[in-house]
């Protein structure tokens, strides 16, 4: 869920702060609570899915991907409780294109 007071972009960046449930499993799929610096793979694709209302339409492959490491002791804070308090649910908004 998304904490707004942690979220901003401006002319040189953007921060987007966050709530991860259920992010950390114990099956092996996910990194460790205990990773200081995991490696997280990502994908592009510039190319909308064939029926964007359709959550079985095709989309076509990936045309960028990479891996990003993240430093995750900054994201540690003894102030936890208070930042989730601050998460809220996303407002779902219609896509505009």
Request: charged fraction near 15%; include cysteine; proline fraction near 5%.
């Amino acid at each position: 869920m998304p904490i707004a007071n942690g979220s901003y972009v401006n002319s040189t960046h953007w921060t987007y702060t966050f709530l991860c449930s259920k992010c950390i499993q114990s099956d092996g799929t996910t990194f460790l609570a205990t990773d200081a610096a995991p490696s997280l793979g990502w994908v592009l694709n510039p190319q909308a899915p064939a029926e964007r209302t359709n959550s079985a339409a095709s989309v076509s492959k990936h045309t960028s991907q990479g891996q990003a490491v993240f430093d995750l002791s900054k994201a540690r804070s003894s102030q936890f409780d208070t930042w989730k308090s601050w998460a809220k649910p996303a407002v779902a908004k219609r896509f505009e294109a």
